[in-house]
Nanobody, 117 residues
Framework: QVQLVESGGGLVQPGGSLRLSCAAS????????MAWYRQAPVEQRELVAF???????NYADSVKGRFTISEGNAKNTVFLQMNSLKPEDKAVYYC???????????WGQGTQVTVDS
């Protein structure tokens, strides 16, 4: 069974930075795609960024130029570097992973990011 664990969330002032980490364990395969989503209270969950096995990377328009998704050296690990954080970035951030021939995507429990002065 695949398990995803996120870390790195916390409280930061506007303009500050955080780096989120996601580690997926329990798969014999490398991921096909991994992504970061976020969800604020009373808002829909939205895709923030994703990275695929062939190296394709995409970002939501709201975070382009500020956030960077990257693959870690450890197997099935990704990071989300968040710079120039804004109050509207406040949300629970969730890691998502898809593996070859898997019937479902996998989700982490989420990590809280709070941007407040």
């Amino acid at each position: 069974q695949v398990q995803l664990v996120e870390s790195g969330g916390g409280l930061v002032q506007p303009g500050g930075s955080l780096r989120l980490s996601c580690a997926a364990s329990g798969s014999i395969f490398s991921f096909s795609a991994m992504a970061w989503y976020r969800q604020a209270p009373v808002e829909q969950r939205e895709l923030v960024a994703f990275i695929t096995r062939d190296g394709t990377i995409n970002y939501a328009d709201s975070v382009k130029g500020r956030f960077t998704i990257s693959e870690g050296n450890a197997k099935n690990t990704v990071f989300l570097q968040m710079n120039s954080l804004k109050p509207e970035d406040k949300a629970v951030y969730y890691c998502n992973a898809r593996f070859p021939r898997a019937t479902f995507d996998y989700w982490g429990q989420g990590t809280q990011v709070t941007v407040d002065s």
